[in-house]
């Protein structure tokens, strides 16, 4: 055989080896080979590991290898987890250890903030010590007193409590540092990481098992916000199914504006068609996309007028930055708020979701998710150092 040709075949058999173990570890790959619209994934940007995936919650690019599932058309608001009286029960905030040292969950900038979720996983890890939600350096405007409660049922011990205030005389209250649970895999909880918690009785549960189960025991929403927002919502979707899309600006840890992060419509639309292919039979679904910067959406229309998107940009074209709510009237915050929780619940609740990685709000979007028998989370990455 001819030297050329035994190296030609050489060749041919090491990259099938290679694309077989990168299907194997479930890694993203790259279909494009136009930089600007190729997916990475970054470990600072969330709750996911690099290891290999197998939960069937996420998508992956190897859409070829998926049958294209049955449509169905109707979709009933009253089906989604959120839009009903929470089916879990409680946190008891108070059968925490009050003899320990107490911790103070700093509140920054959001309401869909991890590092909120995963301190309250620690707290109770940690000899089931007690805790309560410090909104003294958060970015909320004063005059909204007690921010959270404005929105959600109390998380944790109330700041102004006897328990709080008898802790803080004694100096047994310690503000929980970020790194103490964000520096390696099993404190973010990633997927496949195994936690057993006592004080909850949780024996060997799942990274991803876990957060999803303690965000629906601790974050949830005031009964009238949570019948107004299904709504609003089901008057955008009027009983049909729907693909949700998250186009959001991206931020650093700070809750700061990273400029240097940007993504590209093209993506977007690249990715919609696939899903139509794979979960609506071909047939261009209802779009609903959620975003804090309403000429998205916009660019989007302008692309492909073939596309039914459906926004609260629609109502409320106002942009909003993070970096100036606290000069925001009572008005403002209340349409802000209104709008970004019916966009959560969109998302929550859709068939399929596209969201980019760099932002909070997907992934809280993906844990608020029920688990479906199909892949229905796809995440896009911005370009960016």
């Known amino acids: 055989m001819p030297l050329l040709l035994r190296h030609s075949i050489l060749l041919v058999a090491q990259v099938i080896i290679l694309t077989t173990l990168d299907s194997a570890r479930g890694e993203t790959l790259d279909r494009n080979n136009d930089p600007s619209s190729q997916l990475r994934r970054r470990l600072l940007l969330d709750p996911r590991s690099v290891e290999a995936k197998t939960n069937e919650h996420f998508a992956d690019r190897l859409l070829e290898s998926y049958q294209p599932e049955p449509t169905t058309k109707v979709y009933d608001v009253r089906e989604n987890y959120w839009c009903k009286p929470a089916q879990l029960p409680p946190i008891d905030y108070h059968s925490c250890d009050k003899k320990r040292v107490m911790n103070a969950i700093p509140l920054h900038a959001e ?80 997927e496949n990481t195994i936690n057993t918690i006592e004080a909850l009785q949780y024996h060997n549960v799942e990274g991803h098992e876990l957060k999803r189960n303690i965000l629906k025991r601790i974050w949830r929403p005031i009964p009238k916000l949570r019948d107004d927002t299904c709504t609003k919502l089901q008057d955008h979707i009027k009983g049909e199914e729907y693909l949700a899309i998250s186009i959001n600006k991206c931020y650093d840890t700070t809750g700061e504006y990273d400029e240097r992060y940007q993504y590209f419509i093209d993506d ?42 459906i926004s609260e940009c629609d109502r409320n074209s106002h942009d909003y930055t993070r970096r100036y709510q606290t000069e925001w009237t009572r008005e403002e915050i209340e349409q802000n708020y209104e709008k970004y929780f019916v966009e959560l619940f969109a998302m929550a609740g859709a068939k399929v979701l596209i969201g980019v990685s760099c932002t909070n709000i997907s992934w809280f979007a993906y844990f608020m998710r029920e688990k479906t028998e199909h892949k229905t989370f796809y995440v896009l990455e911005p370009n960016g150092p």
């Not at 707290?123 to 409660?149: K, M, V, W």
């Not at 292919?277 to 492909?304: M, W």
Request: net charge negative; with cysteine.
């Open 268 to 309: 977007y639309v690249q990715k919609i068609d696939e899903i139509v292919q794979l979960h609506f039979g071909g047939i261009n679904p209802l779009i609903f996309a959620a975003t804090d910067s309403c000429e998205y959406v916009e660019k989007i229309r302008e692309r492909r007028s073939d596309f039914r998107i």
């Open 111 to 190: 309401l869909t903030d991890k590092f909120m979720l995963l301190s309250v996983i620690k707290s109770i890890e940690q000899e089931n010590a007690c805790y309560f939600i410090d909104e003294t350096e958060s970015r909320f405007p004063e005059h909204s007193g007690s921010f959270l409660e404005n929105y959600l049922e109390p998380i944790g011990l109330a700041a102004d409590s006897v328990d709080v205030m008898l802790a803080n005389k004694k100096k047994m209250i310690e503000i929980m540092p970020r790194a103490n649970v964000w520096n390696n895999a099993e404190d973010r909880r990633v």
